[in-house]
């Protein structure tokens, strides 16, 4: 009796071993499917490809249709009409995230794309800067691109878009908007916040676009004339509007009319379901609203984008339609404000600048964009600029 007990007993446990040994086979086998798989899928597309970059490409021809009955007649002859380089600060370790994402979206229909960041790779989507990594740093790296772009191609497009890493940007929607403007007057687009200047600043995320004539002020009007803008430190955007503010640059920022908004500072979650982050009620020169009726029905760009959302919305935008809806083109005619923004209103809750104060933003313009803004340089920055040795930058 004993002994047939033990044999029982034997065959439970070694039948155990062998199962427990079959899931963990299953297991492993199943993670190195999925590994290979991703792999697999990462090798079907080297980033920096296809020739996008090339002014000349007409993106609306390129393989992101094949399969589809669709008529972009219209959004090709508008795409030829209005040619925008498009340029994305970055970093080299989000060139298999982030920037793949852009590069795989939005960032080819671009009629030109360029990636700045801290690299030594070479190519000619790659803007290669000796500028360490750190969000102290997006001023100067936003510079170099800015004049990287006045001195090359300034007169080979129209307008000049500038875009972080995590933001998605409609390209068509955003053509359409520019047709209706001239690119050799000073603008200056995106979404409008209101503190820290006379007539505040762009936010960075959201995107914002300036045109050849903007560009040409920014470059000669501004970082050329000495301590008349921040070269370095401080933030990219807020720096980048002030320096075009002193440089005479007017400011758009695109609501349709429905009061609907078209650049978006935040992404489309925040927008459709909350919470909408405070700063928003503080910051924006524009309500912003939640919901359905939260963005134009020609929106352009949404930030804090990360990159599987990213392509959740490039392929409902663009590989998915609705049976029996199509646009109203007739009725999409007048549909955006095009008037610049004056100042904010004397009443709205306002920040100053350091160093300056907020009557100074309703008094002489001429004697605001006199002041030296180079001096207000934190601790942080120049602690920075103690460890930097020697760098060269190409422009």
Known sequence: M????????????????????????????SKRVRIMDLKGAQAQHNFFDDGHNIPSHNVMKNHSNAGLDIDNKLAEAISKKVKVACFITSMQNHLENKLRAVNQTWGRRCDKTLYVMTTNMTGADILPV???????????????????????????????????DDTYIIVENLKYLLSHYNASQPIYMGDLFIQYAPNGYMSGGASYVLSREALKRLVQNGYKVPGRCRLEGGDEDLETGRCLYKADVL?????????????????????????????????????????????????????????????????????????????????????????ALPKPPINMPRFAYLGEELKQYYSNETDWRKLNSTIYVSNDLKRLWEKRKTRKINV
């Open 2 to 29: 004993i002994k047939w007990k033990l044999k029982i007993f034997l065959i439970l446990v070694c039948s155990s071993v062998v199962f427990l040994a079959y899931l963990n086979y299953l297991t492993v086998t």
């Open 251 to 339: 400011s758009y920022s695109p609501v349709d009319r429905h009061g609907r908004k078209a650049f978006h500072a935040v992404n489309v979650y925040a927008y459709l379901v909350g919470p909408m982050p405070g700063f928003l009620k503080i910051f924006s020169r524009i309500p912003s609203k939640m919901g359905d009726d939260c963005c134009s029905q020609l929106t352009i760009s949404f930030h804090y984008t990360e990159p599987k959302l990213m392509y959740l919305l490039d392929f409902l935008l663009y590989r998915i339609s609705v049976y029996g809806r199509s646009i109203s083109y007739k009725k999409l005619k007048g549909l955006f404000q095009l008037k």
């Open 130 to 164: 000796e500028i360490e990594d750190d969000r102290q740093t997006l001023t100067e790296k936003t510079r170099v691109a800015f004049t990287h772009l006045y001195n090359k191609y300034l007169n080979q497009f129209d307008f000049f878009l500038k875009a972080d």
